[in-house]
């Protein structure tokens, strides 16, 4: 194992801000297409087996619009990052999948799951709350982020349980979407506060800190949030199955809060705390299993960055540790595998890296130019230049606004 360290670029920067995403022709069909295989559920709702986590709830938030579950309301913690089926499309050639809007899509590329969105935002202003929800849900899955906002604008609470949860659910959306956090935010406090629900106040004050982290804004907003998040605790929670999930995403929020103050030993604390309410949700089964095996999967993602931050052999030992359980959890999920790939930097494993790096790389999309781009680092440090000019054209095959692979590759040739 080397004794020198990388320091690692995490990402390139662009010549072009908005990115220039290259596309090949002449590629097979959808149904032999291997972008495709992974990707299936964002470009046409149809299901696959190979496709990450986050897109295999497309099919029951599908079957939910035309039948709502009794149990009303969809506990899904992740939704799709904005124009990522816009990448996805041109990176498989599937361009003619490609359409700005949902009601874009040719209506002989249309299957019965998109045709189901498309009525039901048809009747958008009709539909009840927990419809209206399901709809902005599936939106934000397929990456329709922007489209979300035309139909919903910024959802204001106002106290009514069904209308708040799906203020709730159009925040997420803001909140996911780069420039937004600022909508979303002064919801989620309000939430925090007024909500009748205590499962719905408590699950915005983890949103709030998680955002305001994440969007830069004043810590101590994130310190509010959790302080109203311990009164609630402390006024006394229900001991059921989605108040223990709801606990797991908050301890989790005030582990990233912690890490923001510098306080790493309590970071480790908080995540006990998520872990052990973690544990409680199994076994489950169906939808609630589903949701279970998604909040270990993030979790286990805070594990990964909290232990290789500590450096020792026995933090190395849990990195690959828990490498192998989120391989387990989520193995053709991008982020997941950058993940991943980041622990075995993090404790100075390069090769393993690299592969790791690479092996996100072949999913395409910009995450998977950023994986290239890391990958090519990683082979560089060690005296592997072939795989490392590979890695660096790579990565510009995925985005062609990439400014230093491209300068990596000046050099080279000159």
């Known amino acids: 194992m080397q004794t020198a360290r990388l320091q690692l670029r995490r990402r390139y920067t662009r010549s072009d801000p908005k990115g220039i995403f290259p596309h090949v022709d002449g590629v097979q069909p959808v149904e032999h297409n291997r972008l495709a295989a992974f990707w299936r559920p964002i470009i046409d709702m149809t299901d696959s087996d190979l496709a990450p986590m986050r897109l295999r709830m497309v099919q029951p938030v599908s079957q939910w619009l035309a039948e709502p ?14 124009g990522l089926r816009h990448q996805v499309l041109r990176h498989a050639g599937l361009t003619g999948y490609d359409c700005r809007e949902p009601t874009g899509l040719d209506p002989e590329l249309r299957t019965p799951q998109w045709q189901r ?3 039901a935002i048809a009747r958008f202003p009709a539909l009840d709350h927990l419809t209206r929800s399901l709809v902005v849900f599936q939106l934000a899955q397929l990456s329709y982020c922007e489209y979300v906002f035309k139909l919903a604008g910024v959802v204001t609470p106002d106290g009514d349980p069904a209308h708040d949860r799906y203020a709730y659910e159009v925040a997420r959306v803001h909140a996911r979407f780069p420039g937004h956090a600022a909508r979303a935010l002064p919801v989620f406090e309000q939430l925090a506060t007024m909500a009748k629900d205590p499962l719905l106040a408590l699950a915005s004050c983890a949103q709030g800190i998680g955002h305001t982290i994440r969007s830069g804004t004043e810590i101590q907003l994130a310190q ?7 009164q ?3 006024a006394g929670l229900p001991d059921r199955w989605h108040a223990w999930l709801v606990r797991s995403r908050f301890h989790r929020a005030v582990a990233l809060l912690r890490l923001a103050e510098r306080r790493a030993p309590m970071m480790r604390a908080e995540l006990d705390l998520a872990l052990e309410y973690s544990d409680r949700l199994f076994p489950a089964v169906g939808t609630d299993l589903t949701v279970a095996q998604e909040n270990l999967r993030i979790l286990t993602e805070s594990q990964i960055k ?3 931050r500590a450096r020792s ?8 540790r828990l490498c192998e359980r989120l391989d387990a959890l989520d193995p053709y999920c991008i982020e997941a595998r950058l993940v991943v790939a980041d622990g075995f930097v993090e404790i100075g494993d390069y090769p393993e890296a690299a592969r790791r790096y690479a092996h996100a790389g072949e999913l395409g999309t910009v995450s998977g130019a950023m994986g290239w781009f890391r990958a090519a680092q990683c082979y560089d440090f060690v005296g592997d230049r072939a795989n490392a000019v590979n890695a660096m054209g790579r990565c510009l095959e995925l985005d062609a606004a990439a400014v230093e692979p491209r300068e990596h590759l000046a050099a080279r040739a000159s």
């Open 69 to 82: 579950p009794a149990d009303g309301w969809s506990w899904f913690a992740m939704i799709g990052v904005a």
């Open 117 to 119: 969105l498309l009525d």
């Open 224 to 230: 509010r949030f959790e302080r109203y998040g311990q």
């Open 232 to 234: 609630l605790i402390d």
């Open 306 to 308: 909290a232990a290789a």
């Open 313 to 320: 052999r026995e933090s190395a030992d849990e990195v690959r």
